[in-house]
């Protein structure tokens, strides 16, 4: 799991199979004071790769059950840029030519390195060659 956001300590969490949303906050450290957790269902079970975000605007639902197999096609086509400093793994993985073990580095990058602070930051990502990067570069912002 990885805990975006308003929490005492974001960033990669490992909770047990079967925790939920309360459990993997608790794993964090918490929310901070005052954040607004209605947009969250705390009783809701994770499932693996998944990013929680935590007093953040604009949360969109996960897109599949729990238990279910994630596809790397996406189901939607879209033309904006993914944020690289917010986007969850299933956005990086619908990247063009992004699959989810390179999505997965991209997430531990970030979480081991704190946010992107330029786009070229992505070429210091294992398998981010510079052609990787030259096709990447138009889909991806800060």
């Known amino acids: 799991m990885y805990v975006a956001g308003k929490v005492r300590r974001p960033g990669l969490v490992r909770a047990p199979t079967g925790s939920r949303i309360a459990d993997v906050l608790a ?3 918490g929310p901070l004071p005052g954040v607004d957790l209605t947009t969250l269902n705390l009783a809701r079970q994770i499932t693996d790769g998944e990013q929680i975000n935590v007093g953040l605007p604009n949360q969109p639902p996960p897109t ?5 197999t994630t596809s790397s096609t996406p189901t939607t086509a879209s033309t904006d840029p993914v944020n690289l400093n917010t986007a969850t ?3 990086l993985d619908a990247l063009p030519g992004v699959g989810p073990v390179l999505a997965q580095r991209i997430l531990d990058y970030r979480t081991q390195n704190g946010p992107f602070t330029t786009i070229d930051q992505l070429q210091e990502v294992p398998g981010v060659g510079p052609k990787k990067f030259d096709s990447l570069k138009p889909h991806v912002r800060l």
């Open 89 to 91: 793994l299933a956005q």
């Open 64 to 68: 599949n059950p729990p238990g279910a």
């Open 27 to 29: 794993l964090a450290g």
